[in-house]
T-cell receptor
Framework: GENVEQHPSTLSVQEGDSAVIKCTYS??????FPWYKQELGKGPQLIID?????GEKKDQRIAVTLNKTAKHFSLHITETQPEDSAVYFC???????????FGQGTELSVKP | NAGVTQTPKFRVLKTGQSMTLLCAQD?????MYWYRQDPGMGLRLIHY???????AKGEVPDGYNVSRLKKQNFLLGLESAAPSQTSVYFC??????????????FGPGTRLLVL
């Protein structure tokens, strides 16, 4: 079945630096790749997503890139702020019942 | 518009006890999901439903049962709780019948401790 690997598991950056989180997926039929942010004690919240017909998508300080050939996608956060500190999850879907397969998560810490 | 709500927020069970977790959504979504979240393992799908009266198994269904008698509610049951079921449980929903099916909206979670 589908498998999603996410790296790194923890990431610490200084405020203002950039952060990059990478994911690889195994199912070549996957066509939807969302990223979720989970703050302490809360449920995951969608922050950005990308479909397989697009190579890159940006939303203010957040961007996602997709390389279908290599089957990997990445989240880029620029000008990081302390409020970006959270756990980030990538996921992949091949549109079967809307199911998502999640990566293991990355705990991002932004130090002031 | 409350989105996705879950009850209870926290529960302690003894091994062998049973309980039901309730998920409710007010977005008229067709699809609903139950996940468990354990440290270092991300979110793993337990069961899901693609419509009222339907359920299907996810990655880790053993020890759990579900029911979707009403479109807005999705119940997760533990018939005989085990310590291995200590986890944080999240419910999610998606798809109002048009647009992307995969964009899921999550509830706040239920923390379950089985002693």
């Amino acid at each position: 079945g589908e498998n999603v690997e996410q790296h790194p598991s923890t990431l610490s950056v200084q405020e203002g630096d950039s952060a990059v989180i990478k994911c690889t997926y195994s199912d070549s039929a996957s066509n939807y790749f969302p990223w979720y942010k989970q703050e302490l004690g809360k449920g995951p919240q969608l922050i950005i997503d990308i479909r397989s017909n697009v190579g890159e998508k940006k939303d203010q300080r957040i961007a996602v890139t997709l390389n279908k050939t290599a089957k990997h996608f990445s989240l880029h956060i620029t000008e990081t702020q302390p409020e970006d500190s959270a756990v980030y999850f990538c996921a992949a879907s091949n549109n079967q019942g809307g199911k998502l397969i999640f990566g293991q998560g990355t705990e991002l810490s932004v130090k002031p | 518009n409350a989105g996705v709500t879950q009850t209870p927020k926290f529960r302690v069970l003894k091994t062998g006890q049973s309980m039901t977790l309730l998920c409710a959504q007010d977005m008229n979504h067709e699809y609903m999901y139950w996940y468990r979240q354990d440290p270092g393992m991300g979110l793993r799908l337990i069961h899901y439903s693609v419509g009222e009266g339907t359920t299907a198994k996810g990655e880790v269904p053993d020890g759990y049962n579900v029911s979707r008698l009403k479109k807005q509610n999705f119940l997760l049951g533990l018939e005989s709780a085990a310590p291995s079921q200590t986890s944080v449980y999240f419910c999610a929903s998606s798809w109002e019948g048009a647009g992307p099916r995969e964009t899921q909206y999550f509830g706040p979670g239920t923390r379950l401790l089985v002693l």
